[in-house]
C-alpha cells in the first residue's frame, strides 16, 4: 500500500503551518469563506502560503462564495488547488483555471450525481457534513460508503482522529486524509502534539503497522 497523503485543514497560523510542514504533511488547507469559524483573510492566508516550503501545496477552500471575491481571494493568495464545499457547479469551479477538488456531502443528497456534475475534479474530498453545510464539525459518515475505484483521488474527511485514523485507512484505503478540528486545541489554533500524533497514526497504518 502506497503512502497516504495528509491535509491539515483550517490553518490560521503561520506557525502551525510551519510544525506541519516539519511533520511531513502534504498540504494546507486555508480556509477563505466567511462561513467557516476558521476563515482568514486572503492576505493572512498569502503570509501562510509564502512560509510553505517547495512539495507543500496550499489549497484555498471556498463555498458558494462571490465570483468576484473568490477571483480576487485567488490572485492574492495564489494557491496551488482550490476546494470547493458548496452547490457550485463545474464551470463555476473551473473558471479561474486552478486545478480543484470537489467535496462531497456525505450527510445527505445523492453522492453518484455529485460525482457526475464534477468530471473534470482532479480529486474529490468525502466529507461527513450535510449538503449546503460547511465541514469541520468533527462528524464521521459510514466508511463502507467511500467509493472504490475512481478515475480520480479519494480523499477521506470528516471526525478523523487520532485514534480511528489508522482504522480508516485500513477500511478505505484513502488516496489522503484530511483533518482539521481533531488536531485544534480551539477553532484554527491547531495543538503541535495533537499533529504529530496524527501524522504518526497515518504513517503507521499506512507500512501496515497496527
Given at each position: 500500500?502506497?503512502?497516504v497523503?495528509?491535509?491539515?485543514c483550517?490553518?490560521?497560523?503561520?506557525?502551525?503551518?510551519?510544525?506541519?510542514c516539519?511533520?511531513?504533511?502534504?498540504?494546507?488547507?486555508?480556509?477563505?469563506?466567511?462561513?467557516?469559524?476558521?476563515?482568514?483573510?486572503?492576505?493572512?492566508?498569502?503570509?501562510?502560503?509564502?512560509?510553505?516550503?517547495?512539495?507543500?501545496?496550499?489549497v484555498?477552500?471556498?463555498?458558494?462564495?462571490?465570483p468576484?471575491?473568490?477571483?480576487?481571494?485567488?490572485?492574492?493568495?495564489?494557491?496551488?488547488?482550490?476546494?470547493?464545499?458548496?452547490?457550485?457547479?463545474?464551470?463555476?469551479?473551473?473558471?479561474l483555471?486552478?486545478?480543484?477538488?470537489?467535496?462531497?456531502?456525505?450527510?445527505?443528497?445523492?453522492?453518484?450525481?455529485?460525482?457526475?456534475?464534477?468530471?473534470?475534479?482532479?480529486?474529490?474530498v468525502?466529507?461527513?457534513?450535510?449538503?449546503?453545510?460547511?465541514?469541520?464539525?468533527?462528524?464521521?459518515?459510514?466508511?463502507?460508503?467511500?467509493?472504490?475505484?475512481?478515475a480520480?483521488?479519494a480523499?477521506?474527511?470528516?471526525?478523523?482522529?487520532?485514534?480511528?485514523?489508522?482504522a480508516?485507512i485500513?477500511?478505505?484505503?484513502?488516496?489522503?486524509?484530511?483533518?482539521?478540528?481533531?488536531?485544534?486545541?480551539?477553532?484554527?489554533?491547531?495543538?503541535?502534539e495533537?499533529?504529530?500524533?496524527?501524522?504518526?497514526e497515518?504513517?503507521?497504518?499506512?507500512?501496515?503497522?497496527?
Amino acid at each position: 500500500m502506497s503512502r497516504v497523503r495528509i491535509k491539515f485543514c483550517g490553518i490560521t497560523r503561520i506557525e502551525d503551518a510551519v510544525t506541519a510542514c516539519a511533520l511531513g504533511v502534504d498540504a494546507i488547507g486555508l480556509v477563505l469563506t466567511p462561513r467557516s469559524r476558521r476563515c482568514i483573510a486572503p492576505l493572512a492566508a498569502r503570509e501562510i502560503r509564502r512560509a510553505l516550503p517547495p512539495f507543500v501545496a496550499a489549497v484555498a477552500l471556498f463555498m458558494d462564495d462571490e465570483p468576484g471575491f473568490i477571483a480576487d481571494a485567488v490572485a492574492t493568495v495564489q494557491p496551488d488547488l482550490l476546494q470547493f464545499h458548496g452547490g457550485e457547479t463545474q464551470d463555476e469551479c473551473l473558471r479561474l483555471d486552478v486545478p480543484y477538488l470537489k467535496a462531497i456531502a456525505m450527510g445527505g443528497g445523492d453522492p453518484a450525481a455529485q460525482l457526475h456534475e464534477h468530471a473534470a475534479a482532479v480529486g474529490f474530498v468525502f466529507d461527513a457534513h450535510a449538503p449546503g453545510m460547511p465541514g469541520g464539525a468533527g462528524n464521521v459518515f459510514d466508511w463502507s460508503r467511500f467509493p472504490r475505484d475512481l478515475a480520480r483521488p479519494a480523499i477521506l474527511a470528516g471526525g478523523l482522529t487520532c485514534d480511528n485514523v489508522g482504522a480508516a485507512i485500513r477500511a478505505v484505503r484513502p488516496f489522503a486524509v484530511d483533518v482539521s478540528s481533531a488536531i485544534e486545541s480551539a477553532p484554527g489554533i491547531k495543538d503541535a502534539e495533537k499533529m504529530r500524533r496524527f501524522v504518526d497514526e497515518v504513517e503507521r497504518a499506512s507500512s501496515g503497522k497496527r
